[in-house]
Structures are given as structure tokens and as C-alpha cells.
Nanobody
Framework: QVQLVESGGGLVQPGGSLRLSCAAS????????MGWYRQAPGKQRELVATNTRDGITNYADSVKGRFTVSRDNAKNTVYLQMNNLKPEDTAVYYC???????????????WGQGTQVTVSS
């Protein structure tokens, strides 16, 4: 059993900052890529940022220069530092992790429960 627990969402004014955290726990043999997706009302879930085990990052164009994804492999945790937030960043943010639960198992994707980020004055 694998769990992803997110924290750090909330209400912030435009131009403000928030930091999201996501910790993976449970039966984990190897934790590969981790990242963040978001889903705004009436829209499809979209990629925000990912971070491979080796630290290679990828960002959506809409957040480049404002968001930073990082991870602590010793803690099985991924972070999303969000600066200069805009109203269009309002969404539920979901943590995603690619995990092997056994050495001989296939990689599987796991999701967190989601955390609400609201940017409004």
C-alpha cells in the first residue's frame, strides 16, 4: 500500500507565494519521477511540473519562471514552490509519483488526494 499525503494549499492574494509538499510512504522499492498536476473547475487535469529521481525537471509553459519543483529523496518528498501567483493558478493541485513496489514489479502511478490553491484578492 502506497500513500501520497499533500499539504500547503490555501488562499493567497495575487503576487503571493505558497509552498506545497507531498510525502510518499508505504511499500516503496523505488521512487521514480514525482510531480504536480492541477485541475481547475470545468477543465482537464494538466501537468504543472515534474522532477525525475536524478533531478531533471520539466515545467508547463504557464508556470516557467514562477514555480520551482524540488525533491528530497531521503524523505520521499516532492515540493512545489509557487511564486508570483495569479488568479489563473487557482485549482486543485495533485501530487503524482511513479513507484515500483517491488524490484521485479512494473512502475505504477499514484496520486495524492489533492489540495486546493485559490488565488484571489
Amino acid at each position: 500500500q502506497v500513500q501520497l499525503v499533500e499539504s500547503g494549499g490555501g488562499l493567497v492574494q495575487p503576487g503571493g507565494s505558497l509552498r506545497l509538499s507531498c510525502a510518499a510512504s508505504g511499500r516503496i522499492f523505488r521512487l521514480n519521477a514525482m510531480g504536480w498536476y492541477r485541475q481547475a473547475p470545468g477543465k482537464q487535469r494538466e501537468l504543472v511540473a515534474t522532477n525525475t529521481r536524478d533531478g531533471i525537471t520539466n515545467y508547463a509553459d504557464s508556470v516557467k519562471g514562477r514555480f520551482t519543483v524540488s525533491r528530497d529523496n531521503a524523505k520521499n518528498t516532492v515540493y512545489l514552490q509557487m511564486n508570483n501567483l495569479k488568479p489563473e493558478d487557482t485549482a486543485v493541485y495533485y501530487c503524482n509519483a511513479k513507484i515500483l513496489i517491488r524490484s521485479y514489479a512494473s512502475e505504477q502511478a499514484y496520486w495524492g488526494q489533492g489540495t486546493q490553491v485559490t488565488v484571489s484578492s
